[in-house]
């Protein structure tokens, strides 16, 4: 149903005057915008560590399946396999490329930690020790600290 033609039209949030005016940030300030999230370091390196884990977890599958052999390298789950590696490996350059090498290896060798286990326990239904399961949680709080704290000046 349309609106009355006397009816005036709906106001958008950037038009009046300027004290009623409401800007998102405004509206919403616990709003994290979504575009900077996906370029963040952190969403790029999980990303990445995600894709690598599901390749890992096709090629155990696959192996477990079919052995290592020849032929099961001539298969689609391989091609499939390859192509999400290299997807990954897209990703890990770009971090490379934006980041120290030092800090970067850190919070690859993490976020492998921290990824590995998700999956381990959610979809292989492992369960670990304590011990183990305090040294993932040393591991994440290693990451966030690497993720989250701003980077020493340069010389």
């Known amino acids: ?3 009355p033609a006397c009816a005036p039209p709906p106001r958008r949030q950037d038009q009046g005057p300027p004290s009623l005016r409401l800007t998102l940030p405004a509206r919403f300030p616990h709003h994290v915008p979504v575009a900077a999230f996906l370029k963040s370091p952190a969403f790029i390196i999980i990303g990445s560590q995600l894709l ?3 390749s890992d977890l096709m090629g155990r599958r696959a192996m477990s399946a079919h052995g290592f052999t020849l032929a099961s390298f001539f298969t689609w789950w391989f091609l499939i396999y390859t192509v999400i590696r290299q997807i990954a490996v897209f990703g890990q350059l770009y971090i490379y490329s934006t980041m120290e090498l030092g ?5 690859f060798g993490a976020g492998s ?3 590995g286990n998700i999956l381990g326990f959610m979809l292989l239904g492992e369960k670990l020790t304590v011990p183990v399961y305090v040294g993932v949680s040393l591991a994440i709080c290693a990451f966030l600290a690497l993720a989250l704290l701003p980077a020493g000046a340069a010389k």
Do not use: Y
């Not at 800090?103 to 919070?107: C, D, E, F, S």
């Open 1 to 3: 149903m349309a609106p």
């Open 52 to 54: 690598f884990s599901i």
């Open 103 to 107: 800090r970067t290896v850190a919070l």
């Open 113 to 115: 930690i921290i990824v």
